[in-house]
């Protein structure tokens, strides 16, 4: 009988405690916590990365295209002996990759 007559007076200070933990818990912890904001902020910084590297890459092959469509011979020349593996009698081919 006591118990429960002093759970009574003191439910406002239990309630108080109960609400702290879970709201600390949930703000650490749960799904959008700070736990979760650092791992997405990570996923984020990489996609990002990633996105620049991706965008470096396509700039390069529109600069290839365009120096295809345009008719460069120099730049046909290349692709040319890269490819086959073409050179003259007097040419020494090395291969450096």
């Given at each position: 009988?006591?118990?429960?007559?002093s759970?009574?007076?003191?439910?406002?200070?239990?309630?108080?405690?109960?609400?702290?933990l879970?709201i600390?818990i949930?703000?650490?912890g749960g799904?959008?916590?700070?736990?979760?904001?650092?791992d997405?902020?990570?996923?984020?910084?990489g996609?990002?990365n990633?996105?620049?590297?991706i965008?470096?890459k396509l700039k390069d092959?529109?600069h290839?295209i365009?120096l295809i469509?345009k008719?460069?011979?120099?730049?046909?020349?290349?692709l040319?002996?890269?490819?086959?593996k073409y050179?003259?009698?007097?040419?020494i081919i090395?291969?450096?990759?």
């Amino acid at each position: 009988m006591r118990l429960i007559e002093s759970l009574k007076k003191k439910k406002f200070i239990l309630f108080n405690i109960f609400f702290t933990l879970y709201i600390s818990i949930n703000l650490i912890g749960g799904e959008r916590g700070l736990i979760s904001y650092y791992d997405k902020n990570k996923v984020y910084e990489g996609l990002k990365n990633k996105e620049k590297e991706i965008s470096g890459k396509l700039k390069d092959l529109d600069h290839k295209i365009a120096l295809i469509k345009k008719n460069d011979f120099d730049y046909l020349d290349m692709l040319y002996r890269e490819k086959f593996k073409y050179g003259t009698k007097d040419e020494i081919i090395i291969k450096l990759k």
